[in-house]
């Protein structure tokens, strides 16, 4: 079946790096996404990869994948108290009609 | 180009009262998704729509909830008889007509309390 696992919460401290992490279990995904939400707002589009690529760093984003593991992981460096939300990982499974199945979300809390 | 807009932002219904959310897609955007939150929950696909057809609805559930995107005008999704467990928050999401990925774009969420 499709489920999309997150852990639900991470504290870190201004400036260092933060890592969420996701799995997931649809093999055939074509496409893997992060979504950012902040309190009483929609989702905003992160960041995206494909899955014939194992990473993809976009400013101070960095995406990894492991399909063998299907692990998917989202590292955000120097991290800022705007980046406190939640974020989503998403999977597209193929022939799905492009719906996403969505983890629980992690709620990032940056302190200072 | 105005994001994708939702309202009303917040409605609040009694037991047995029927609820409308409206969704306006991105401008030439011809798909749209419903998917609904629950609280501290991520958020489970609904239904997907194009232009007067549904497409895809496998997670509406069988009983009270409907939805349309007419030819003129937005894609609305409609609860009758609403009950305490539909309260959520509900996003509608559009993507391209071209694009060879799913990005999709949401809105900002209708908040739905039922009293």
């Known amino acids: 079946g499709e489920d999309v696992e997150q852990s639900l919460f991470l504290s870190v401290r201004e400036g260092d790096s933060s890592v969420i992490n996701c799995t997931y279990t649809?093999?055939?995904?074509?496409?893997l996404y992060w979504y950012k939400q902040e309190p009483g707002a929609g989702l905003q589009l992160l960041t995206y990869i494909f899955s014939n690529m194992d990473m993809k760093q976009d400013q101070r984003l960095t995406v990894l994948l492991n399909k063998k593991d299907k692990h998917l992981s989202l590292r955000i460096a120097d991290t800022q108290t705007g980046d406190s939300a939640i974020y989503f990982c998403?999977?597209?499974?193929?022939?799905?009609?492009?719906?996403?199945?969505f983890g629980a979300g992690t709620r990032l809390a940056v302190h200072p | 180009n105005a994001g994708v807009m939702q309202n009303p932002r917040h409605l609040v219904r009694r037991r047995g009262q029927e609820a409308r959310l409206r969704c306006s897609p991105m401008k030439g955007h011809s798909h749209v998704y419903w998917y609904r939150q629950l609280p501290e929950e991520g958020l489970k696909f609904m239904v997907y729509?194009?232009?007067?057809?549904?497409?895809?609805e496998s997670g509406m559930p069988k009983e009270r909830f409907s939805a349309e995107f007419p030819k003129e005008g937005p894609s609305i999704l409609r609860i009758q008889q609403v009950v305490r467990g539909d309260s959520a928050a509900y996003f509608c999401a559009s993507s391209p007509l071209t694009s060879g990925k799913g990005e999709q774009f949401f809105g900002p969420g209708t908040r739905l309390t039922v009293l």
């Open positions: 729509l194009q232009k007067e057809n549904i497409i895809d």
């Open positions: 649809d093999s055939s995904s074509t496409y």
């Open positions: 998403a999977e597209e499974p193929s022939g799905g009609y492009n719906k996403l199945i």
